[in-house]
């Protein structure tokens, strides 16, 4: 019955190397985000999708493309991993139509990433 | 651009007392301000919010206040207990410009520390 999922829960790859992360939300919510948090637990939002379609895109590196399938999925592709992408990659959902609403943003359990 | 400032970044307090987190926001156009409590491990998750039409609201031990004048908000925690420990995070979300989103700037964090 989880609401927001993440997969996977760690992920430890070389510089370099393209990995995804998986999101799903069971909510019936119209918008998804991601959030990087870094090592000082600082949460900055790097994308926004609202029933698929791309309504926050924050100052992120071209290597970073998220993908909305669906409205209730929307994963995160990152090319050629620097050691700066080690952090920790927060999922978050929230029913605001159209985006256009501050409303309560529900969280995923995050995605651990290390890049050596 | 948008800014939340938080204080302190860290906080010890004797279980059974209270505890208080202070914000600010730049954005005088801010009118939604949630709270979120991250666990160890976890995904931020809501507490309390606050919208600026009112100036406190309380859910059991746990109050918010906002001073728009001042562009202050707070979080109150009385009679703390051991399962209180955890970050913190305030947060800030204005009506979106234009054909934008709203988006949630958060603050920085305080790491909550309930002593027994």
């Known amino acids: 019955d989880t609401a927001v999922s993440q997969t996977p829960k760690y992920l430890v790859t070389q510089m370099g190397n393209d990995k995804s992360i998986k999101c799903e939300q069971n909510l019936g919510h119209d918008t998804m985000y991601w959030y990087k948090q870094d090592s000082k637990k600082f949460l900055k939002i790097m994308f926004s999708y609202n029933n698929k379609e791309l309504i926050i895109n924050e100052t992120v590196p071209n290597r970073f493309s998220p993908k909305s399938p669906d409205k209730a999925h929307l994963n995160l592709h990152i090319n050629s991993l620097e050691l700066g992408d080690s952090a920790v990659y927060f999922c978050a959902s929230s029913q605001v139509p159209g985006g256009r609403l501050p409303d309560t943003q529900y969280f995923g359990p995050g995605t651990r990433l290390t890049v050596l | 651009g948008e800014n939340v400032e938080q204080h302190p970044s860290t906080l010890s307090v004797q279980e059974g007392d209270s505890a208080v987190i202070k914000c600010t926001y730049s954005d005088s156009a801010s009118n939604y301000f949630p709270w979120y409590k991250q666990e160890l491990g976890k995904g931020p998750q809501l507490i309390i919010d606050?919208?600026?039409?009112?100036g406190e609201k309380k859910d059991q031990r746990i109050a918010v206040t906002l001073n728009k004048t001042a562009k202050h908000f707070s979080l109150h925690i009385t009679e703390t207990q051991p399962e209180d420990s955890a970050v913190y995070f305030c947060?800030?979300?204005?009506?979106?410009?234009?054909?934008?989103?709203?988006?949630?700037?958060f603050g920085s964090g305080t790491r909550l520390s309930i002593r027994p």
């Open positions: 947060a800030a979300s204005r009506p979106p410009r234009g054909s934008s989103a709203s988006k949630i700037i």
């Open positions: 606050i919208r600026s039409n009112v």
